[in-house]
């Protein structure tokens, strides 16, 4: 089993950064495809961002292209998600999840995910 714990998320004002953390326990996540996923009121959860084991693949949902960039430090069994430019619609709260092993790539369907962090609240004020 892999637990997932998020942090990082608050209000902030539109423009400005955040950075979520995701640390996992239990297991190593050296091996697991990683994604950030966030749900507003009312609508289902989305993709924002996957990486691969090793960091070198990344894929970022267009919405948030070129503002948010997802990162992994393995040694630290941590995952980030680092938010700039945050705009009103982001506003959602916020999950990471791991996929076991073993796909190689990204992964970009929430279906696929196995393990889930309790999630973290960003909220963006215009």
């Known amino acids: 089993q892999v637990q997932l714990v998020e942090s990082g998320g608050g209000l902030v004002q539109a423009g400005g950064s955040l950075r979520l953390s995701c640390v996992a326990s239990g297991r190593t996540i050296t091996n697991f495809p990683m994604g950030w996923f966030r749900q507003a009121p009312g609508r289902e959860r989305e993709f924002v961002a996957a990486i691969s084991r090793s960091g070198g693949m990344t894929d970022h949902a267009g919405s948030v292209k070129g503002r948010f960039t997802i990162s992994r430090d393995n040694a630290r069994n941590t995952e980030y998600l680092q938010m700039n430019s945050l705009k009103p619609e982001d506003t959602a709260v916020y999950y990471c999840?791991?996929?076991?092993?073993?796909?190689?790539?990204?992964?970009?369907?929430?279906?696929?995910?196995?393990?889930w962090g309790q999630g973290t609240q960003v909220t963006v004020s215009s």
């Open positions: 999840a791991a996929v076991e092993p073993p796909p190689y790539g990204v992964v970009i369907s929430v279906n696929e995910y196995d393990y």
